[in-house]
């Protein structure tokens, strides 16, 4: 068909027309209401569709050059740990990026890692976002539920609807415990808060060697390489990831949540990564200390009167220490340091690829080193494994020293003495979880954005928090808070901007007010004066203080960076002005009531929160349940038992698990070996106390049931183990102790399989290695309490 030129010029101004209306509705959008409506669609009353001409595609896009956003979050490292804000532990790519951005060192967090997570990807406190504690000790009250309000959209989901390709590595401990099962809801999920993609681990921590690992929300098992290690395979994800997103939408930009595992305990770093810090913390934490404040001085990251605050009275001097305390200890720095050298080596993987696929320049960086202050919680000599800090168990030097060789390997999952939380939160008093000392609040972070910031290496001292940074980004992308997501009416962000700080070093401070709270410890930043309660240790988890007892203390933070001098006395009706501010933002943020219990709020009936059983007293499990974590499993703990598998034993006997929950570093199994039945009790990973049957089961059909009876008197205490075959009893042993209250943060229970490490020696690792040979009818797990 031949069209004549005015035919021609007239397809072309139509066509132009319709790319004009197509930008100038894109320009026009309302995207104060996500996601962006739908232009009304146009009907047509033309029978032949060769005659009509093609409507605009509605698309929605990115305002026109808004910036790519990487948020690189690092787990449990305080302000004097990375070598950028004058602590020992070298981080290159931390450095390098200061050096070409610019630096906060009045940047702040919640103390804890959930809620500093939650504040920072909605710009929200993090008690508006129901998160007062981890996700592990919600309660029942408002602020503490755990459970993510539809009107406390996540930035991510913001991005998402204004156009933005996003994706979450690593860690996310951000869903309610009781919704980690294949039951949902998955609503607080990554995939469902924002992110197109999602590639790590749900829970608070996972074994760096053998880790839980989703996929979206399907569980997978890590790739077989030489010497994996999650951070590794997280960061190759995160790279793959990004270099496609680009390759297939460059014009698209992306958004990247890259939260490590580490440094939080575990402390899992191959051994090379280790040798480099051989002898570096010889001279112990007090030494230690001192030279980062004196690093911190000269480099003008602190200023120069700065005073070094007493170290926690419970933290003894280095000098006092035997020389087996100093050899156990200076090896736990020495994994720590390694370990998060390695993490900040692999975050310098990522940036190179985006430098790589010429992105850097848009890229806006967010590199905030630590969500809380350097952990405390390994106790005063540390623990090969940090289960153990949470079943009140206190490990001892002598039964630690001869695992010296492995510390941060696979046969342990360790956490360094506290005394070390103290010298890496330098010039600070306190460490994680104090949400009223800025030990456990202020952490270094870098901002990097070659198209957005001029200035190369510039210090900024204006006081920010983790809930500016998503207002941050909204400011920077060019657009607007919106007032509704998804049908819900927004609460509005609580955060302030920093982007008027990023070209202006001497911008006056806009984030003037912030409360503080965690577990009791409780603090209110204004106008440059804090206020603040010490009341309780880290390593206190009972027997807590009364909250009405405690005493409050006040500095002048612009004059006193480090917190050393109390001025409570001198301005007592200043210390009464904080006080009652405090409590009106607390009220405000639905902080209140203060809730300072610890062990007990793990329990969800003391608690108050939801558990997925309930009051059940049997589960009946099937094939193909694997990968259940703890807190949406029968609890088994200090009470009777009983476990009756129904299955069928193959020609020749059959090996494997049978069911087991945990792994190797505590929980218990029932499984077979070499034809026999066997059930394994892991304390710990300390002691196994093993019930096994002397006679194989033939081949065909049987029962096989451990019965476990409880002594009971309290927690964690012993009992009897009976195993029987068919009805008939074919071994039983004592059960001298068992875990009180937990098994692991990311070890699951399992049907058929022990999914990540074992909890019993000697059967192999992993899903294949350990899978039943038989065949499983159904199991069913039956529990009765016991006074």
Known sequence: MRYSVITILCMTLTLFAGLTTQVSAREALDRTVLPIQEPERPTYSELDVRNVETPPLFEVKAPKKAPNIVIVLIDDIGFGGPSTFGGPIQTPTLDMLAAQGITYNNFHTTALCSPTRNALKTGRNHHTANTGSIMESSTGFPGNTGQVPNSVAPLAEMLRLNGYSTGAFGKWHETAAWETSVSG??????????????????????????????????????????NYHFTVDMTNQAIQWVKAQQSMTPDKPFLIYFATGAVHAPHHVPKEWIKKYKGKFDEGWDKIREKTMARQKKMGMIPSNTKLPPKPKDIKDWDDLTDDEKRLFT???EVFAGFLEQTDHEVGRLIAAIEEIDEMDNTLIFYIAGDN???????????????????????????????????????????????????????????????????????????????????????????????????????????????????????????????????????????????????????????????????????????????ESDTWELFNVQRDFSLAKNLADKYPKKVVELEALFMKEAEKYNALPIDDRVIERMNPAIAGRPDILGDRTTLTLYPGMDGMLENTFMNVKNRSKTITAKVAIPKGGANGVILAQGGRFGGWSLYM??????????????????????????????????????????LGKGGKATLSVNGKAVANGRIEKTQPLIFSADETADVGLDNQTPVAEDIGIGREETRFTGEIHKITLAVKDVK
């Not at 608070?204 to 077989?224: A, F, M, N, R, S």
């Not at 001497?506 to 010490?534: D, L, S």
Request: hydrophobic share 35%; glycine share 12%; no cysteine.
């Open 331 to 333: 090896r736990q720095a």
């Open 673 to 714: 070996k070499d034809g026999k039945p066997i059930y394994t009790y892991n304390f710990l990973g300390l002691e196994r106390y093993t019930v096994e049957s002397k006679k194989t089961i033939p081949e065909g059909e049987a029962t096989i049931l451990l019965d476990f009876v409880y002594d009971g008197g309290g």
């Open 185 to 226: 809801p998955f609503d607080r999920w990554p995939t469902h808060q924002g992110f197109d993609k999602f590639y790590g681990f749900i829970g608070g921590e996972t074994d760096q060697w053998y880790p839980l690992i989703y996929d979206g929300v399907i569980k997978v098992t890590p790739p077989k390489t030489e």
């Open 373 to 547: 202050g350097t952990s405390a919680e390994g106790g005063f000599v540390g623990m090969y494994n940090e289960m153990t800090y949470f079943n009140n168990v206190t490990e001892k030097v002598e039964d630690l020293l001869p695992l010296i060789d492995e510390w941060g390997g696979p046969q342990t999952f360790p956490h360094m003495a506290a005394g070390w939380a103290v010298a890496f939160d330098s010039p600070f008093m306190w460490t994680k979880q104090v949400a009223s000392d800025f030990g456990g609040t202020r952490n270094g972070m870098t901002v990097h954005w070659p198209n957005g910031i001029k200035e190369k290496g510039g210090l900024r001292r204006q006081f920010s928090h983790v809930i500016d940074i998503a207002p941050t980004i909204l400011e920077a992308a060019g657009l607007p808070e919106p007032k509704s997501v998804n049908g819900t009416p927004q609460t509005p962000m609580e955060g302030t901007s920093m982007l008027y700080s990023f070209n202006d070093a001497g911008a006056k401070e806009r984030h003037t007010t912030q409360y503080f709270e965690m577990f009791g410890n409780r603090a209110i930043y204004h106008e440059g004066w804090f206020a603040r309660t010490i009341h309780r240790a880290p390593w206190m988890a009972v027997d807590m203080p009364p909250l």
